[in-house]
């Protein structure tokens, strides 16, 4: 089965999706799109056409585990997303991913623009691995 992670931004969305046996996360390229509405369109048309029958969709809890205004955005992606494709979206942690997504790059000399362009694809990489993680 393949599974689609997103990694909702202000600016910039990034994707990644899963092998079809689900072992690993696979960077896609961002969106850029300050318009929650054409987000939830084009994830939605990026689930279909990818054949994704799963979304896991990061959800920025605080630190302490309660929620702020980003993570009520992203619910908000979520019901928007569901409205539109008949397949589950899945709200999941994504606490301290865009932290390891530029740990990553910092090992890997990752610089400029490559880096900003790169980074929101790379957290949503890692949000899908956590996830697809969790469930082997």
Known sequence: M???????????????????????ANVL?????????GVAYYTAELAKRLGAEKIILGYPKNMNGTLGPRAE????????IRERID??????????????????????NVRGKK??????????AYILQGYLDSIR
């Open 2 to 24: 393949k599974i689609l992670g997103v990694d909702f931004g202000d600016s910039r969305t990034g994707y990644a999706i899963s092998d079809a046996l689900g072992f690993s």
């Open 87 to 108: 397949i589950p979206v899945v709200l999941w942690d994504e606490r301290l991913t865009t932290v390891s997504a530029h740990n990553l790059m910092n090992e890997t």
């Open 29 to 37: 390229d961002a969106f850029k799109c300050k318009s929650i509405e």
């Open 115 to 124: 880096r900003k362009d790169s980074v929101d694809s790379i957290s949503a």
């Open 73 to 80: 955005k992203a619910s908000l992606l979520a019901d928007m």
